[in-house]
């Protein structure tokens, strides 16, 4: 993609996220997760030994973001429930080893794109 490009894509995301109500932040919140975990999954996968610090600090900055608009107080066992999902899938995804780590960000991918599908069937 050309710098052009970039620019033009950034900005229709950025437009995105601006005129977005709070379900439509939270998808994208999903969008951005799982292309990030796509991502790490890639680069893993052609060059195990090459560092994802970068790609693993986003992500978890978005489960982190996951976690915290959860209302505990009125969510109830739900709210629990994902609180508990996002916890495991921020241990799948800052996981050191090496031999387990395509495996843990598939299963974080998995853990996500599942709760991702569930929200998108919430009007």
Sequence with gaps: MSFIQSGYAAAAKDARVLNANAHELIT???EELLNLLDEIHVI???DPTRKIVDQQA???SIVDSLIVSLDM???GELARNLRRNYSQARALIVTD???G???NNRAAYR????ISSAWSEIA
């Design 44 to 46: 893993q996968t052609r």
């Design 97 to 99: 080893d090496p031999v």
């Design 28 to 30: 994208i919140l999903f």
């Design 101 to 103: 780590r395509l495996e």
């Design 73 to 75: 107080e009125r969510g």
């Design 58 to 60: 986003m992500a978890l």
């Design 111 to 114: 853990i996500i794109s599942e």
